[in-house]
């Protein structure tokens, strides 16, 4: 099983930065996938950005040149620093861990950006 916490949601300007962290209970080594998830109201869950086992990353179209994801092997936790914001990326960000054919998921953490 993997546990994963999310943190530093909050609320932000438009064009402000924000951080995400995402505490995994698990070594990195041992997950083949991580990445972020987000959820405004009334959409459906999508992708924000991945990062794998080796270090390759892929971001959604929507956020790619403002959102940065990244790891730390040594404190197991993935990152997403988020610049440029604007309202359109308020929503429930979640962390995800996929280990073979399991996904794992956090409980989220909100970030809300305002004009």
């Known amino acids: 099983q993997v546990l994963l916490a999310e943190s530093g949601g909050g609320s932000v300007q438009a064009g402000g930065s924000l951080g995400l962290s995402c505490a995994c209970s698990?070594?990195?080594?041992?997950?083949?996938?991580m990445g972020w998830y987000r959820q405004a109201p009334g959409k459906e869950r999508e992708l924000v950005a991945t990062?794998?086992?080796?270090?390759?990353?892929t971001y959604a179209d929507l956020v790619k040149g403002r959102f940065t994801i990244s790891r730390d092997n040594a404190k197991n936790t993935i990152d997403l620093q988020m610049n440029s914001l604007k309202p359109e990326d308020t929503a429930v960000y979640y962390c995800?861990?996929?280990?073979?054919?399991?996904?794992?998921w956090g409980k989220g953490t909100l970030v809300t950006v305002s004009s």
């Open positions: 990062i794998t086992r080796d270090g390759s990353t």
């Open positions: 995800h861990a996929k280990v073979t054919i399991i996904n794992y």
């Open positions: 698990r070594s990195l080594y041992s997950i083949n996938v």
